[in-house]
């Protein structure tokens, strides 16, 4: 994949007013390194002003690690997103989110798939944790992990809450995310599927796992819907993208169709709240790709002046 020498990896992370982000911080210290390897990280503030500079640099010193700071103002996920890819002088990029924790051995099983597989791209597991006020049929169901789709045996698009990269080969080499889906969201399903268009592959290293504690605000119903329907829209204009009128109707036709059985099955299914809720989302997930596929704008996520997480919705 790279020559054994001067090969190094850099570890994203972009926060926007997470406290959480020093626990992440911790748990890359904490990382058991893939043999062979420099690490650095990089931390992009996303935020108006550089509101977490002191605690990267409180940190950074306490924990012996290699930080460098980029303060990347505007609340919009995909300047900070760029701004680490900026700012990384490594072959190897990993993204994490601010409000997860590495296990021990997240590097170095998606390193060791990556050689293996020589795959561009390798992405991780995300475990949800729930508190205990989620919902009963949420922590049955589970519906917050993060684990990528296959479709006819191949992952055809990713996430960036848990991935490696290898950013000198020709499908990623000065790939960056669109600034017109930095506070709408879906501009990681967009750089993958781009990517995987430009002739990339995706893996899936399944014991690279990282942690997530769901938050009260995201332990929701409303939560859950309005991220489908987002990312409904986002699959919607990127299938739609460039087609003609026939294939747009089409395309149409056959997300409408989705839906409709995906409501008949939770119709169905009304006595078991788990697998009732998993329709209704699916179902709304194909009426976002028909709001996509006729051109509705995707609803704001990031950046709202009310919230405080990253991932505003």
Wanted: hydrophobic share 45%; with cysteine.
């Amino acid at each position: 994949m790279m020559a054994a020498e001067n090969r190094r990896i850099d570890i994203c992370v972009c926060t926007f007013r997470r406290p959480e982000l020093a626990d992440t911080l911790r748990s890359l210290a904490a990382l058991d390194m893939p043999a062979g390897f420099g690490i650095g990280v990089i931390v992009a503030d996303n935020d108006d002003e550089p509101t977490a500079q002191a605690l990267v640099t409180e940190l950074a010193q306490e924990l012996n690690l290699v930080v460098r700071y980029r303060h990347a103002p505007a609340r919009n996920i995909s300047v900070a997103r760029n701004a680490c890819l900026d700012a990384s002088t490594a072959d190897l990029v990993a993204f994490i989110d601010d409000d997860e924790t590495a296990s021990a051995q997240w590097l170095a099983e998606l390193v060791a798939v990556a050689e293996t597989s020589g795959a561009e791209a390798v992405l991780g597991p995300v475990r949800a944790h729930y508190r205990t006020d989620a919902p009963d049929w949420m922590r049955e169901g589970d519906f917050h992990s993060t684990l990528p789709v296959w479709v006819q045996g191949e992952i055809r698009t990713g996430y960036t809450c848990n991935v490696l990269l290898n950013m000198r080969a020709d499908s990623l080499r000065d790939r960056r995310f669109s600034l017109a889906r930095g506070q709408s969201g879906g501009e990681d399903t967009e750089f993958f599927d781009r990517m995987v268009k430009a002739g990339g592959r995706i893996a899936f290293a399944p014991q690279a796992f990282v942690d997530e504690v769901v938050p009260s605000s995201r332990a929701a119903f409303d939560w859950l819907r309005r991220r489908r329907f987002r990312f409904g829209q986002t699959h919607g204009h990127l299938i739609g993208h460039n087609a003609g009128a026939i294939k747009r109707v089409k395309e149409v036709g056959l997300a409408s169709a989705k839906a409709a059985y995906s409501f008949a099955m939770a119709a169905l299914t009304a006595i078991s709240p788990v697998r009732r809720n998993r329709s209704v989302l699916r179902g709304i997930m194909h009426v976002g790709v028909v709001s996509g596929l006729v051109g509705v704008s995707e609803i704001r996520q990031y950046g709202l002046p009310e919230q405080g997480g990253k991932r505003a919705a």
